[in-house]
């Protein structure tokens, strides 16, 4: 499967593999965390990959922030989704100490960490469940996600130096 999804990444045109590295990071969990590591992996310009990257993991952000709640609030009435809505307000909850206790910097310090758990979806899940503002939210995630693109850029042209 990976052999095949190689072959598929490499047949494709530039300017389609800057768009498929643009809808990766727009992922929940694969963010631009994966996005990054692929697009270098392409032989794509880094500069680009790390601003295409940085703009599509923030697209979806504002309506995390804004719907989060009333979808979660949905799931967990529905009788076959509801195991999913409180997975969702765990997640959540078991990372929201940290960032209330902090606030703005707390939530900048959690998506910028590239670590499994953190990262912009959850960071706009923990905003919306726990009421911190969409506008005392988003520009903290933005720079969190432009910080966790710099560490993966250096990471991933790193080992892309220590391969060739």
């Known amino acids: 499967m990976t052999d095949y999804l190689i072959s598929q990444f490499q047949t494709m045109s530039e300017g389609m593999k800057y768009l498929m590295t643009f809808l990766i990071s727009m992922l929940p969990i694969v963010e631009l965390r994966g996005a990054v590591p692929i697009g270098v992996a392409l032989g794509l310009n880094t500069y680009l990959v790390l601003l295409i990257s940085i703009i599509g993991n923030m697209v979806p952000i ?3 922030i804004i719907f989060a709640r009333a979808i979660i609030n949905w799931l967990k009435k529905k009788k076959f989704l509801a195991w999913f809505g409180r997975w969702l307000e765990k997640k959540a909850a078991k990372n929201v100490e940290k960032v209330i206790k902090y606030e703005k910097i707390g939530l900048f310090i959690f998506v910028a960490i590239p670590l499994p758990g953190t990262g912009a979806w959850t960071g706009a899940l923990i905003a919306s469940l726990f009421d911190l503002r969409l506008k005392n939210s988003i520009l903290p995630i933005a720079w969190g996600v432009a910080l ?8 991933s042209e790193g080992i892309k130096l220590l391969i060739t």
Not at 148 to 155: D, K, N, Q, S, Y
């Open 62 to 64: 504002p309506f995390v």
């Open 148 to 155: 966790a693109g710099v560490i993966m850029t250096l990471g």
